[in-house]
Nanobody, 116 residues
Framework: QVQLVESGGGLVQAGGSLRLSCAVS????????MGWYRQAPGLQRELVAR???????NYAGSVKGRFTISRDNAKNTVYLQMNSLEPEDTAVYYCRLDPYSGEIRWGQGTQVTVSS
């Protein structure tokens, strides 16, 4: 069974940085994309960044230039480097795996809190 485990969240002051990690375990066949999503209280879950199998990436406009998604295929891990954090970035961040076929997988989420 495929599992996604996020880590790296926490409390940081505005302007600070955090790096989130998402470790993927289990029987993995072909992955179309890995992504980071976030959900703030009272709001819908939204895409933050995504990296495709070919290496291309896309970002939400609100994080472009501040966040960077990357992956280490040897470690089956995806990262989200978050710089210049703002209070508006406060949310639970979720990792998501999109296979070419089959069920989309989610991690359990990690809390990121940015204080002003």
């Amino acid at each position: 069974q495929v599992q996604l485990v996020e880590s790296g969240g926490g409390l940081v002051q505005a302007g600070g940085s955090l790096r989130l990690s998402c470790a993927v375990s289990g029987r993995i066949f072909s992955i179309n994309a890995m992504g980071w999503y976030r959900q703030a209280p009272g709001l819908q879950r939204e895409l933050v960044a995504r990296i495709f199998s070919g290496g291309s990436t896309n970002y939400a406009g609100s994080v472009k230039g501040r966040f960077t998604i990357s992956r280490d295929n040897a470690k089956n891990t995806v990262y989200l480097q978050m710089n210049s954090l703002e209070p508006e970035d406060t949310a639970v961040y979720y990792c998501r795996l999109d296979p070419y076929s089959g069920e989309i997988r989610w991690g359990q989420g990690t809390q990121v809190t940015v204080s002003s």
